[in-house]
């Protein structure tokens, strides 16, 4: 997709406007932190197996060459194909070659972050071949032609009669007059357009919840089933997985597998979890003929090399977007690329460049909530202020504040006429706050008066009224 | 230089420089930990005597909304299967795993039995996992000659064959299994697919449906013996 997080500003202001979309947000970020919460309670052992999750991936992250080369060699001896990409360019190349080769016209999806990163179905589309997303809420902004608005549930914005509408539209062989008032109405339709995808595609695209050295696998968690279906049925099976996704042994994975479901959706454990390694073996009944597996790097070694490299612990549970206050008033598409939340906060940048999302790391309250619940203890917060400060040294808008400090400054070394112009100042806000009490609208400062009032000032500086106070007391 | 020489290349600068590291150590350490697999930390409820991990195996299994029903053997699987099927009016066209083939179907029990990989339409699937994990009442179902992956996946209704003597404590404990009767060897199969509950989704209004590309409905006959 085409990132639009330079433009963060205009984006959340459209979506602060946007009725249904606060309402979507406000029951989503209550329903799924509820959920957190309560599966966690069931599993004393949580915090401890955060720990355990944090030692895994800083191994890993150490040792990443290391471990890199091992999955190779054991993929590669189970008869996978491993394409090595420095960048999203070279691995939609990759990508669209196994496509050409495999003489694909049809290609199912199963939902993979890694594939927006590189936005490889604009670009398959492009060259004559039709990627059709099967995860259902992709399926669904897929045909309206929209990016999705949250890493775990992308239709959140929309509501069932958006959908259907969108339906009626699309499935045009389809009876008009059928009712689809109900989701289950809605799904199932679904399920039998998809079906007849599964079964036509020539090549199933996925990306990878993790990699495993010891055995060469993939590990690929969803819900639906719909990944299974696409790794089982077409005859090539491509798995596109940047190289963080590495972990040492199935017995890691296990302690990953434990914090995954729990964070993200408030499960135990999803529905289904696959362990692909290699394609089908002789005299197997079903599984692709070939599998091939993208490794990329699109800017993950840079990371590893900086002061963000916590960042690639990131397991992409979604956890952070769904306690964040931000991201609760403004939703996923205002962060403007694949990545939302805090955690897009600081992939965006770190990954598209700082220049590509100025604003992203202002977009806190600094609440601390996001690294709170992150399983992988990132610390959120910290990464966003050092954001900050790095604008601050190469003028980004945080940089901007800076000439107010400045006016601020100068008073400040002069306490006489710090007192006598504040002073000053709090009795005019103070007479043309009138009766209100609050001003809607100051010169100079729409940014913040645009979406909320500015409460007016009583009349008197703090100074004077702790200096009565000094006065009054003995 | 090719991407793969860039990419580990870039990696090691990132990391420190690799060997100088003592990439050998950790090397050694890793082949340790293959030829002896530790676990991580693994919870409570991971653990228990098999009495106790059974209840939890379906405790856990039916709160992910699977059905479980008790066989006495394998020569009650026909019957089990006829009785589920008709409880929910379900259709009686059966495609078994080819694992499951000395299962004795009686003559007319009205129910048509074949085996291999499933088809689009195939109404019901039958196959069988080589563990429960008790910890969130998971089946292990591993792929192979005798045990099509696509059984677990097209049919809209999937029963599985579970003896309870396979049920384990943990994820790891799954993956004991494996290596112990791999004896040393490579033991992965093309896939193993863990399966919890049957498939679903909350992506309209985040309200839960059920079998949204996978069964809508799981049913687990948990086999008490060897046989009748
Ligand atoms: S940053 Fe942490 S909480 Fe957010 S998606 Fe990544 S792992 Fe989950």
Same mark, same amino acid.
């Given at each position: 997709?085409?990132?639009? #997080?330079? $433009?963060?500003?205009?984006?959340?202001?459209?979506?602060?406007?946007?009725?249904?979309?606060?309402? /979507?947000?406000?029951?989503?970020?209550?329903?799924?932190p509820?959920?957190?919460?309560?599966?966690?309670?069931?599993?004393?052992?949580?915090?401890a197996?955060?720990?355990?999750?944090?030692?895994?991936?800083?191994?890993?992250?150490?040792?990443?060459?290391?471990?890199?080369?091992?999955?190779?060699?054991?993929?590669?001896?189970?008869?996978?194909?491993?394409?090595?990409?420095?960048?999203?360019?070279?691995?939609?190349?990759t990508?669209?070659?196994?496509? $050409?080769?495999?003489?694909?016209?049809?290609v199912?999806?199963?939902? #993979?972050?890694?594939?927006?990163?590189?936005?490889?179905?604009?670009?398959?589309?492009?060259?004559?071949?039709?990627?059709?997303?099967?995860?259902?809420?992709?399926?669904?902004?897929?045909?309206?032609?929209?990016?999705?608005?949250?890493?775990?549930?992308?239709?959140?914005?929309?509501?069932?009669?958006?959908?259907?509408? =969108?339906?009626?539209?699309?499935?045009?062989?389809?009876?008009p &007059?059928?009712?689809?008032?109900?989701?289950?109405?809605?799904?199932?339709?679904?399920?039998?357009?998809?079906?007849?995808?599964?079964?036509?595609?020539?090549?199933?695209?996925?990306?990878?919840?993790?990699l495993?050295?010891?055995?060469?696998?993939?590990?690929?968690?969803?819900?639906?089933?719909?990944?299974d279906?696409?790794?089982?049925?077409?005859?090539?099976?491509?798995?596109?997985?940047?190289?963080?996704?590495?972990?040492?042994?199935?017995e890691?994975?296990?302690?990953? +597998?434990?914090?995954?479901?729990? /964070?993200?959706?408030?499960?135990?454990?999803?529905?289904?979890?696959?362990?692909?390694?290699?394609?089908?073996?002789?005299?197997?009944?079903?599984?692709p003929?070939?599998?091939?597996?993208?490794?990329?790097?699109?800017?993950?070694?840079?990371? !590893?090399?900086?002061?963000?490299?916590?960042?690639?612990?990131?397991?992409?549970?979604?956890?952070?977007?769904?306690?964040?206050?931000?991201?609760?008033?403004?939703?996923?598409?205002?962060?403007?690329?694949?990545?939302?939340?805090?955690?897009?906060?600081?992939?965006?940048?770190?990954?598209?460049?700082?220049?590509?999302?100025?604003d !992203?790391?202002?977009?806190? =309250?600094?609440?601390?909530?996001?690294?709170?619940?992150?399983?992988?203890?990132?610390?959120?917060?910290?990464?966003m202020?050092?954001?900050?400060?790095?604008?601050?040294?190469?003028?980004?808008?945080?940089?901007?504040?800076?000439?107010?400090?400045?006016?601020?400054?100068?008073?400040?070394?002069r306490?006489?006429?710090?007192?006598?112009?504040?002073? !000053?100042?709090?009795?005019?806000?103070?007479?043309?706050?009138?009766?209100? &009490?609050?001003?809607?609208?100051?010169?100079?400062t729409s940014?913040? =008066?645009?979406?909320?009032?500015?409460?007016?000032?009583?009349?008197?500086?703090?100074?004077? +009224?702790?200096?009565?106070?000094?006065?009054?007391k003995? | 230089?090719?991407a793969?020489?860039?990419?580990?290349s870039?990696?090691?600068?990132?990391?420190?420089?690799?060997?100088?590291?003592?990439?050998?150590?950790?090397?050694?350490?890793?082949?340790?930990?293959?030829?002896?697999?530790?676990?991580?930390l693994?919870p409570?409820?991971?653990?228990?005597?098999?009495?106790?991990?059974?209840?939890?195996?379906?405790?856990?299994?039916?709160?992910?909304?699977?059905?479980?029903?008790?066989?006495?053997?394998?020569?009650?699987?026909?019957?089990?299967?006829?009785?589920?099927?008709?409880?929910?009016g379900? *259709?009686?066209?059966?495609?078994?795993?080819?694992?499951?083939?000395?299962?004795?179907?009686?003559?007319?029990?009205?129910?048509?039995?074949?085996?291999?990989?499933?088809?689009?339409?195939?109404?019901?699937?039958?196959?069988?996992?080589?563990?429960?994990?008790?910890?969130?009442?998971?089946?292990?179902?591993?792929?192979?000659?005798?045990? *099509?992956?696509?059984?677990?996946?097209?049919?809209?209704?999937h029963?599985?064959?579970?003896e309870?003597?396979?049920?384990?404590?943990?994820?790891?404990?799954?993956?004991?299994?494996?290596?112990?009767?791999?004896?040393?060897?490579?033991?992965?199969?093309?896939?193993?697919?863990?399966?919890?509950?049957?498939?679903?989704?909350?992506?309209?209004?985040?309200?839960?449906?059920?079998?949204?590309?996978?069964?809508?409905?799981?049913?687990?006959l948990?086999?008490?013996?060897?046989?009748?």
């Amino acid at each position: 997709m085409d990132a639009t #997080s330079h $433009r963060f500003r205009d984006n959340a202001r459209h979506a602060l406007a946007n009725g249904r979309l606060k309402e /979507s947000l406000a029951s989503f970020t209550k329903t799924f932190p509820e959920k957190r919460q309560k599966v966690i309670d069931r599993l004393p052992e949580f915090d401890a197996l955060r720990d355990e999750g944090v030692r895994i991936k800083n191994h890993v992250l150490a040792n990443l060459d290391f471990y890199l080369e091992r999955f190779e060699a054991k993929a590669t001896a189970a008869g996978a194909q491993i394409h090595w990409c420095r960048d999203a360019a070279e691995a939609r190349e990759t990508v669209l070659s196994i496509c $050409r080769a495999a003489g694909a016209r049809t290609v199912t999806k199963s939902k #993979s972050m890694i594939g927006e990163e590189i936005a490889i179905n604009e670009f398959l589309e492009s060259n004559g071949v039709r990627p059709v997303e099967t995860d259902l809420g992709e399926y669904i902004i897929q045909v309206r032609g929209e990016s999705p608005s949250h890493i775990l549930v992308p239709a959140i914005h929309l509501k069932g009669p958006d959908i259907a509408q =969108t339906f009626r539209e699309k499935h045009t062989a389809l009876p008009p &007059g059928r009712a689809l008032d109900e989701p289950e109405a809605i799904l199932r339709e679904a399920r039998t357009v998809l079906r007849g995808e599964f079964l036509a595609a020539d090549v199933g695209l996925t990306g990878a919840n993790m990699l495993v050295a010891e055995t060469g696998s993939i590990v690929v968690v969803t819900n639906e089933g719909n990944a299974d279906l696409v790794m089982s049925l077409p005859k090539v099976h491509v798995a596109v997985a940047s190289l963080e996704k590495v972990v040492p042994t199935l017995e890691d994975a296990a302690t990953i +597998l434990r914090l995954l479901a729990r /964070s993200a959706t408030g499960q135990d454990i999803t529905a289904y979890t696959t362990f692909a390694t290699g394609p089908k073996r002789p005299g197997d009944p079903d599984g692709p003929d070939e599998f091939h597996i993208v490794l990329l790097d699109n800017g993950r070694t840079a990371m !590893l090399g900086g002061e963000f490299r916590d960042m690639l612990r990131c397991i992409r549970c979604g956890a952070c977007l769904n306690h964040c206050p931000v991201y609760a008033g403004i939703g996923g598409h205002a962060y403007g690329w694949v990545y939302s939340g805090p955690m897009g906060s600081v992939l965006t940048p770190s990954l598209l460049g700082a220049h590509q999302a100025d604003d !992203l790391p202002n977009a806190s =309250t600094f609440c601390g909530k996001c690294e709170q619940v992150c399983p992988m203890r990132i610390p959120l917060p910290t990464m966003m202020r050092h954001l900050r400060e790095r604008q601050f040294t190469t003028g980004g808008p945080a940089a901007k504040g800076r000439g107010a400090l400045k006016v601020w400054a100068f008073f400040a070394r002069r306490p006489a006429l710090y007192r006598r112009a504040t002073a !000053l100042a709090i009795g005019a806000l103070a007479f043309l706050g009138g009766g209100r &009490g609050r001003f809607r609208r100051l010169p100079l400062t729409s940014a913040w =008066t645009g979406p909320r009032d500015l409460p007016a000032p009583q009349g008197r500086t703090f100074q004077a +009224l702790w200096a009565e106070r000094r006065r009054r007391k003995p | 230089m090719s991407a793969r020489d860039d990419i580990l290349s870039a990696v090691r600068l990132a990391t420190g420089g690799g060997a100088a590291l003592g990439r050998s150590a950790v090397a050694r350490a890793f082949d340790e930990r293959l030829a002896k697999p530790t676990a991580n930390l693994i919870p409570e409820r991971g653990k228990g005597t098999p009495a106790e991990l059974l209840v939890r195996f379906i405790a856990e299994s039916e709160a992910a909304a699977a059905t479980v029903a008790r066989v006495a053997g394998r020569s009650g699987i026909p019957a089990a299967v006829a009785d589920y099927l008709a409880a929910h009016g379900l *259709p009686r066209r059966v495609r078994a795993a080819p694992a499951l083939k000395d299962v004795p179907w009686p003559e007319g029990i009205g129910i048509a039995v074949d085996y291999g990989k499933a088809d689009a339409d195939t109404p019901v699937g039958l196959s069988c996992a080589v563990s429960g994990i008790a910890e969130t009442g998971t089946l292990v179902l591993p792929s192979g000659p005798a045990t *099509p992956t696509t059984l677990n996946y097209l049919p809209d209704v999937h029963i599985v064959v579970l003896e309870t003597a396979s049920i384990v404590g943990s994820y790891e404990d799954a993956w004991s299994r494996f290596r112990e009767e791999a004896a040393g060897g490579d033991f992965m199969p093309r896939t193993v697919n863990w399966i919890t509950g049957p498939s679903r989704s909350a992506d309209i209004e985040l309200i839960l449906l059920l079998g949204v590309h996978g069964p809508r409905r799981l049913h687990i006959l948990l086999l008490d013996g060897q046989d009748a």
